[in-house]
């Protein structure tokens, strides 16, 4: 029997707000978490990004929250970085019109103005980061001690970054009678001793951590030149779409867009060198598909949330196995799938293997040029025993990836015998249908074939897909409407690659 929100005891005006957003069943963090936060309990919950944490601890703030005086938030989120905090405001802001609530975010690298502004109006709910927090307190713009409702998003994030001494001096400013909320994807070490000094007989709640919860994601290695690593990129955007490449510095992400660029692929950049302005540019661009892909060093690992990324691309191997399952997990969120692909220059074989020890994964350095239908993709799947499932990719999840379910018998002729090609469409519109790609192409001529490739599980689409026409007609076609616009996208329309 499917659960409700309304039945984990979240107010009508809330689950009305949410159901008008298409939320209508809760997530499994979701369904734990609710009722005992409801209740007034402390909770410690082990869950790691898009996992559903931010309406598992929102929904009860909302539902529990007291207005504010000017500068005295009543709730107080605190988050790791700018980026995240952004999210969680986003995320809460329409929710809380609901129950006439104000939710406001607060964090550096942008003007003091409108933060002070609205301090001085009334903030219910307040969602920092921990520095800039301090800095508002410093001048006497924000005072803590009505904050009775307090988050700890990612906690293990803000130990990593050095934010445990402020978190605890933001802590102690709350006040004693706060009821705590902490997530964070590990709970030993600092995150245990915060819990123990903060929280009052917290119950425990546990989402399947990163390296369990089966991400339906493929994981591939590939085993490249460091020269050839641009032109790899660039391919696997054109051929996965929506994509996320991680690189180590800052100015590897700046060089690594313009070349991207300079290659026909829409790309941009982001990174803590940059304004926050410049940064949600950046982010606003790639959610809207105007970029194709993001470029981005560790600082957008966590804390970004943008529907559909069909693929993350370590450019630059991870540091290690936690920023690998942290960059990976921006793609399949929340049900969807995606793809993982990680570029291994020799001199970085040893470091990867021994990532991939950390992580339990025996994935092998395979070939490029055995493409993302190899094989010689894994995926992380929980298992009685160990978490990783090392089986190969079933041709039902190749199919799914990469080419229309309807086609997958057919096998690729070519031109000079059959007459018949196959085309790849890339960057449509999510609302696309076969249909619409049918009537696009069949001013061109005789369309045999015509699938956009959806999401096994959710049945939306992954914004592409194949179309399959007389050679002739195919080559028109490309021609013609390679770069065009549908629905405000450019869309990328070429030969497709043959299937094996």
Known sequence: MT??????????QITDALTEKGIVEPFPVQAAAIPDALAGRDV????????GKTLAFGLPILA?????????????????????????SKELAPLARSVGRFVFAVYGGVGYGGQISAMRKGVDILVATPGRLEDLIEQGIVDLSDADLVVLDEADRMADMGFMPSVMRLLDQTSTKRQTLLFSATLDGDIAKLSKRYQSNPVRHEAASVETDGLDAVHHFWLVQHHDRTKHTADLISESGKSIVFTRTRRGADRLAKQLGKLGVSAVAMHGGRSQNQRLRALDAFASGKARALIATDVAARGIHVDDVAAVIHFDPAGDHKDYLHRSGRTARAGATGTVVTLVT??????????????????????????LLSGSGHRIEPSPGKRIDERRTSDRRRRTNREPRRHADRQDRPIGESGTQRVY?????WKTTDGDL???????????????????KTGRSKGFGFVEMPAAHASEAIKALNGSSLGGRDLLVKVARPRN
């Open 346 to 371: 020799h001199e970085q074989k040893r470091d990867v293997l021994k990532m991939q020890r950390a992580i339990d994964i025996d994935a092998p350095l395979a070939s490029p040029d055995l493409g």
């Open 64 to 88: 529990k929250v007291q207005k504010a005086r000017p500068g005295r938030p009543r709730a107080l989120v605190l988050a790791p970085t700018r980026e995240l905090a952004e999210q969680i």
């Open 425 to 429: 469409v890339a960057n449509l519109p």
């Open 3 to 12: 659960t409700t929100f309304a039945q984990l005891g979240v107010p009508s």
């Open 44 to 51: 410690c919950g082990k869950a790691p990004t898009g996992s």
């Open 438 to 456: 049918h009537s696009m192409f069949s001013r061109y001529g005789v369309v045999e074939g015509a699938a956009v490739v959806t999401n096994r």
